[in-house]
């Protein structure tokens, strides 16, 4: 059976305005799914929505996002600053940059510059490039800001530098959280996808850095080594007998869609894609229900594999939608109007 890739996209944001608030980092993420399905199809209605769901983010209506990057997601974020890029709200720009220009100055750094927790900037967690680098990157190029796009590229450098398992390119989703030169054990899905998202977006803020391209390039190649013979990827990556985990494996896809569409992957990744958009239809119920999408997770127990290993799967978690969005949108974008499917 042959199911449209807008129609999979477009019944998953519904799905998620149906069961949770959008005023989450996650929720967030859904939003940029909606604005970029909004500019690949042209769809007037998918923009005024886009615009409705985000106006209450940068007018200041919302008061409080939660997590350690409350103050710049009040604002909308990432998906803010592309309805600035794409003109759906200039408006909103002021606001962005107060916002980033206050992250930049204020926000805890560690030893390294990197950002991290408020009350303990030594504790670093990967997460952090998928909230600040493609905001910041993207409000640099449209306002010609350099610091702003230094900043993303000194924390999409510093990040993945200090994070990364050098024996199969995955990365580890935190450091010094179980005390200080500890190192989580983990090649945790999500975490792994946050980072492909974050230097996904930074091949097109930044088309000329070599170290980003090799940064994603590697990657890339690490993400296809571990994918299974579904398509998928699991909660901890090197273990096959670990769940398959939905949220990670829509975010590695969606960024292996932004590297074909970039032209700077070689052809067997369009199979790669191909065989995880059919896998993921499997987890996705027709209401737009996602399955198999980890639960909230920070270094849980002692951050050894098995923790991630042990950490549940929520149907319809909030970290569930827009990975989807964002993969079956930019199926659309690259042509792949439809997904054939075995049931």
């Not at 807008?6 to 909606?34: C, D, K, N, S």
């Not at 008061?63 to 350690?68: E, F, N």
Request: with cysteine; proline share 4%.
């Amino acid at each position: 059976m042959e199911y449209s890739t807008e129609a999979i996209a477009e019944t998953v944001i519904m799905r998620h305005h149906a069961t949770v608030p959008f005023t989450h980092y996650a929720g967030l993420l859904t939003l940029q799914g909606l604005i970029n399905l909004a500019q690949t199809t042209g769809r007037s209605d998918l923009r005024e929505l886009a615009c409705k769901w985000l106006k209450p983010f940068y007018t200041g209506e919302v008061t409080r996002v939660g997590g350690v990057y409350d103050k710049m997601y009040r604002c909308g974020g990432h998906a803010s600053a592309l309805l600035v890029k794409y003109d759906m709200a200039p408006e909103a720009l002021p606001t962005l940059i107060a916002k980033a220009d206050e992250l930049i100055q204020t926000h805890p750094r560690d030893e390294h510059g990197l950002f991290g927790r408020i009350e303990a900037p030594e504790k670093i967690w990967i997460d952090t490039l998928f909230a600040v680098c493609p905001f910041l990157a993207v409000l640099g190029n449209i306002i010609g800001r350099q610091e702003f796009t230094n900043e993303a590229l000194h924390q999409i450098h510093g990040f993945c530098n200090l994070l990364i398992d050098k024996e199969n390119g995955l990365y580890h989703q935190c450091r010094n959280f179980q005390g200080p030169g500890t190192m989580s054990e983990d090649h945790w899905s999500r975490a792994n996808g946050w980072a492909a998202l974050a230097l996904a977006e930074l091949l097109f803020e930044c088309p000329d850095n070599d170290e980003i391209r090799h940064l994603y390039m590697a990657l890339m190649d690490a993400c296809a080594n571990v994918q299974d013979e579904n398509g998928l990827w699991h909660q901890e990556l090197t273990r096959p007998d670990s769940y398959i985990e939905t949220s990670g494996s829509g975010l590695i896809l969606y960024a292996i869609g932004r590297g074909l569409e970039r032209g700077i992957l070689p052809e067997r990744f369009r199979t790669i894609f191909m065989n995880g958009l059919r896998g993921y239809l499997g987890y996705i119920g027709l209401d737009g229900s996602i399955y198999h999408a980890c639960k909230g997770c920070l270094s849980p127990g002692h951050a050894q594999i098995e923790d991630y290993m042990n950490h549940p799967w929520v149907r319809n978690d909030i970290h569930a939608f827009g990975p989807a969005v964002l993969a079956f949108g930019q199926a659309l974008r690259l042509g792949v109007k439809t997904i054939f499917f075995i049931e």
